[in-house]
């Protein structure tokens, strides 16, 4: 319970709900009754935390065991903050109401670079430490995992350990550890080198890197016994991987509302850009039967009336149509619908279309990603013009009428006439609305282009690539602006200097913790949010650090340079993405795992659609 | 089909969940708990729900409540405030269900208790500053309308109240009018309060009675 001192606060805060808990199938235990308390943190607002599928299974799983007590926090919304810090009060878990130093472990999710800030951001509102050298005791341990975990090295001076890969054995597996030790009196440090021999977890402390004169690292040396490299943790059979019966139903509307079921990890396509299509290889699935069951004691436990079957790319589930016959057994009676997020242009047909009734007609998003057939087949998205003609039309004839389409700018190899093929694109798309014969009658269409610019991260073929500059992306922004003639053409970009910001983190090293910590002094947090994020004030920080943030950004780097992230391992071969690479610039094909093995390594975890069977096999 | 009104509570922290979504807290306990609810008939069926005076963010109350329909006219209405309890936030609780008996256009008075503290004022300060407030000519504030904001003297709505300290609290008790035609907030006064000393006050507002022009409760 959360106490009067807060509650006195409340009042003068917007969405008050947002730090209240006790919501709906929330956990309270006695602290007194447990032996460890995880504080579950997710560095960004409840509305967007509460949103997310892995806080929800590890928070459940977490709670299933008597001796764990796990709790949320979230950060809190700067009026809030302003609040807090006025009357003395230090960020609390939302369930026991308790100060982040009450807890054994503290644990982020690491969802998108540009939340690094916040983390420095809720461990100094909770009274923590911010270096993991200031915590010398073996108690609120600092741990983090999540996509992002893949290049730990700028926040290797705040947390004491990573988890690489999917969390929900390894977590486990730590705590156990940590019991033990805390049994025998042992000290964080030996904690710490016993924790570095689990399988999936990195302590970075336990390495050292040196640098080369021109700022490349030199070596990373392991210490204590640390492995050299971090195998990624994989979950082998996902039916049998637990999943929680009821998620913590928010009191206040949050973004994604609804019941979600994961239907299968990994994906099959190896989009050059995707850096998801890697780490979380190879794909797994579950069975229709086991994701029926799960979606409808959501359904149950929560009272949602709407259910999202989650992955990388919906449509590539290989029994996605008897999964929805089933589905539609049940969730038409009980007044439930389906959505199916991640559709491929390809992926689109009337069979699915006809199973997803409720299917909101107000808009239809599809992720050509790139403008021209050369550039697509460089990134390796698979998709060709004609597919995605037929499929807007299909979409217009069943009465559609606004299409979204996603683009990337900054792509490797891109050139401005690659740019201005988005603009063709989406002439081609009006004009396909024009001629479909059953389009709705006397309605305009609206066709809305929107562009991300491209950030290269670890452990993609692309990973070597210099980013676009911000003025190079800005030009390239303005250039597909005058390429679009038509007012049925909404166009939408990005900002390109977050974009720059989350490049640099996303394949920084070590030296960057310290652009961090000035970050933090200065109060910087919640660069997701256009509000907060600022430039120039992130110039200034590398400026005083001394850190040249185009040395990340906008540096091609060799093949052979030795990278942040080379000693962590996710099963890909660095050859792998070297060829991959290499086909990018040829803008040569790479066909997906049903199609063909590309020998990218993930076959060594031995699991998944690297042992099915392949139509070509006999 | 079949009308039915759930009286229900609100307190606690559940005072920090607004209307809108206090909609969406009821629309999925009352699927949770499969009571037979009638859904619209648009593109989008949802469970039909209306609430007859809604209940401003911050403020606890004891005798809510929200109308649905039935499909099911057999159903035993006396099962409803434990199904939905078994669904329901800390701090919101269903304690009666019946059929109607008045519209929610009836509305006419609500009463409010309001325990009003401030971290350096005794009580007896506090009470002291409301009476001064309370007893002057007019009570010129600024009220938010559709509009936009209009000023509005409170003082003639003040036909009702009453004031004590008790401990380290000020209570200020008052009925005014409320319902679709004319609705006064309670917060207005302490918001006048406010500009007049210049003071911070902490308060729990609870609307305890809801009634019509009769003063005979809403049922």
Known sequence: ?618 | MKNVRIWFKKEGLSRFISHLDLNKVMTLAINRSKIPIWHTEGFNPHPFITFALPLSLGFCGECETMDIRLTDEGFDISLIPALLNKSLPDGIRAYKAAEPKMKPAQIARARYEIIISSDDKSADEIQKEISDLLSMNEIITQKKTKKGVKEIDLRPYLEDYDLKADGEQAVLTMTLPAGSSENINPILYLNSLKEKTGGEYFYVCTRNEITDINGSAFE
């Open chain 1, 1 to 618: 319970m959360i106490s009067k001192e807060v509650e006195k606060i409340l009042l003068n805060v917007q969405k008050p709900g947002r730090y209240t808990g006790g919501e709906l199938n929330s956990v309270i235990k006695d602290k007194e009754s447990v032996d460890v308390r995880f504080a579950f943190c997710f560095p960004d607002v409840y509305e967007v935390g509460m949103s997310h599928l892995g806080m929800k299974i590890l928070y459940s799983q977490f709670n299933e065991r008597d001796d764990i007590w796990c709790e949320r926090v979230f950060a809190p919304w700067v009026d809030m903050e302003e609040q807090m810090t006025k009357h003395g009060i230090p960020l609390y878990a939302l369930e026991s109401g308790d100060s982040l130093d009450k807890f054994d472990f503290i644990g982020f999710t690491l969802q998108y670079e540009l939340s690094f800030t916040n983390i420095l951001y809720m461990l100094r509102l909770g009274n923590i430490p911010l270096l993991s050298s200031e915590r010398t005791q073996l108690f609120n341990i600092v741990v983090a995992g999540g996509p992002c975990a893949c290049n730990p090295e700028p926040l290797a001076d705040f947390v004491d350990l990573f988890f690489i890969g999917e969390g929900e054995e390894v977590d486990l597996e730590l705590i156990d550890l940590y019991k033990q030790c805390k049994s025998n009196n042992e000290s964080k440090q030996e904690f710490l080198i016993k924790a570095a021999q689990i399988e999936g977890v990195y302590v970075p402390s336990l390495y050292t890197p040196e640098y080369n004169s021109d700022g490349t690292l030199k070596s990373f040396a392991s210490s204590h016994g640390a492995p050299e490299k971090v195998n990624k943790r994989i979950i082998k059979n996902l039916d049998s991987l637990y999943y929680p019966q009821s998620f913590v139903v928010p009191s206040i509307e949050i973004v994604h509302d609804r019941a979600m079921a994961e239907i299968f990890r990994g994906c099959i396509r190896g989009c050059r850009f995707c850096q998801a299509g890697f780490l979380y290889r190879p794909v797994r699935e579950k069975s229709p039967e086991v994701i029926d069951r799960q979606c409808r004691l959501l359904c149950e436990g929560t009272g949602y009336d709407e259910v999202s079957l989650s992955s990388l790319s919906s449509s590539d589930y290989t029994k996605i149509v008897p999964l929805l016959t089933k589905m539609n057994e049940w969730t038409e009676k009980e007044n439930v619908s389906i959505s199916l997020p991640s559709l491929r242009v390809d992926g689109f047909s009337d069979d699915i279309l006809s199973k997803l009734k409720t299917v909101r007609k107000s808009g239809l998003t599809f992720a050509p990603e790139a403008g021209t057939q050369r550039l697509r087949d460089a990134i390796n998205k698979n998709v060709t013009e004609q597919e995605l003609m037929e499929t807007c039309s299909t979409a217009f004839d069943g009465g559609w009428t606004t299409v979204k389409l996603y683009f990337m700018i900054g792509l490797p190899t891109e050139t401005f006439d690659d740019v201005a093929g988005i603009a063709r694109l989406g002439q081609q798309v009006v004009n396909a609305y024009y001629s479909a014969e059953n389009r709705p009658k006397g309605k305009s269409v609206r066709v809305t282009l929107s562009t991300a610019s491209f950030v290269p991260k670890p452990f993609t073929p692309f990973q070597w690539f210099a980013q676009d500059t911000i003025e190079t992306l800005k030009e390239k922004q303005m250039h597909l602006k005058d390429s679009i003639t038509t007012k049925k053409i909404n166009y939408n970009y990005h900002d390109s200097s977050t974009s720059f910001i989350e490049a640099v983190f996303a394949r920084g090293d070590r030296r960057l913790c310290k652009a961090l910590l000035k970050a933090n002094e200065r109060g910087m947090k919640f660069d997701g949010w256009s509000d907060f994020f600022s430039l120039d004030k992130w110039l200034e920080v590398f400026d005083e650090c001394g850190i040249d943030p185009a040395f990340y950004a906008n540096r091609q780097r060799s093949f052979d340079e030795l990278l942040p992230w080379d000693h962590i391992d996710y099963g890909i071969k660095k050859l792998f993405l070297i060829e991959e690479c290499k086909k990018a610039y040829n803008s040569e094909t790479t066909p997906n795992c049903r199609q063909n093995c590309s020998g990218c390594g993930a076959a060594r975890w031995k699991e998944g659609v690297c042992f099915e069977k392949r139509k070509d096999m006999v």
